[in-house]
């Protein structure tokens, strides 16, 4: 475990739970357009709680969920802003912390139908040009299909900064059940890591699906990197909503969060992971500053 690294966890409940509002569809863009001091304390709790990464609060930043008029206007000031409150924590915790720049899936997250591969750099463009000067590294993150990572590779080439990229998993009740693991497009996890050994990702993870399915997923990658013989960190990043996404769009309702998905039940999921090859683990939507504290303490005393 001495390459282990603690990723931060959801931004949204986190902030919900400091005051900030949260609704739909602007969902965590809210916070940075009225309450900016409240994502950079989010940040600065996750870092307290043992996070050696933390991403920035850009994934909402896109038309999809502020609309095309607004992304046009506010766009680049907002994520911008995102960047810098990422970089003011992390430059205020007093140890190393690396400042991810997030990526999100543009046209809508678990809606691989909806990418459009000749739009998708100008948006991405953006977001790159102006998280740009306050990044460490890339994350393309939530993404459903192999075709965004690609997309995500082309936009950050010309930064020469590395990149990470993370696949969100179909999550459904087959799924659960020990089915061949998929992203949420269908393609393979399998066809996925074998896209990553040769993308010049320096990290391929998996997040935003339920901790049942993410075991499966870390397996398949690995056996893939070892048959390849690739050596890749994996990560995973699981969320804590109550049932599979795979059939409701991200902006449509606020999804209710588990209540058995404890801090102690959560980090009992990361031991698994980390024991199936995983080395980055954190939490997405739902996974709060305790759960990240709880699975750090554990997964560094192993």
Known sequence: MGDLVILDGGMSRELVRLGA???????SALALINAPEIVRQVHAEFIAAGADVITTNSYALVPFHIGEERFATDGASLIALSGRLAREA??????????????????????????????VQD????????????????????LSLI????????????????????????????????????????????????WAATSGASALMFNCARPEV???????????????????????YANAFESDTDESAANEGLHDTRKD??????SRFACTWAEAGASMIGGCCGIGAEHIHRLAGTLRAR
């Open 214 to 236: 993410m075991e499966a997923a870390v397996r398949v990658a690995s056996a893939v990197f070892r048959d390849t013989g690739v050596s890749l960190p994996i990560g995973v």
């Open 123 to 142: 948006y991405l463009s953006v977001l790159v040009d102006n998280l740009g000067p306050f990044v460490d590294v890339w994350l393309g993150e939530t």
């Open 90 to 119: 992390a430059d205020a915790a007093g140890r190393p912390v690396t400042v991810a720049g997030g990526l999100p899936p543009i046209f809508g997250s678990y809606e691989p139908e909806n990418f459009d591969p000749a739009r």
């Open 261 to 266: 998905l404890t801090s102690d039940v959560y």
């Open 21 to 27: 509002e949260l609704k739909q569809p602007e969902w």
């Open 147 to 194: 075709a965004e990572g690609e997309a995500v590779r082309i936009a950050v080439a010309k930064t020469g900064k590395p990149f990470w990229i993370s696949f969100t998993l179909a999550d459904d009740a087959a799924q659960v059940a020990g089915a061949t693991p998929k992203l949420r497009s269908g393609e393979q996890v399998a066809d996925a890591a074998a």
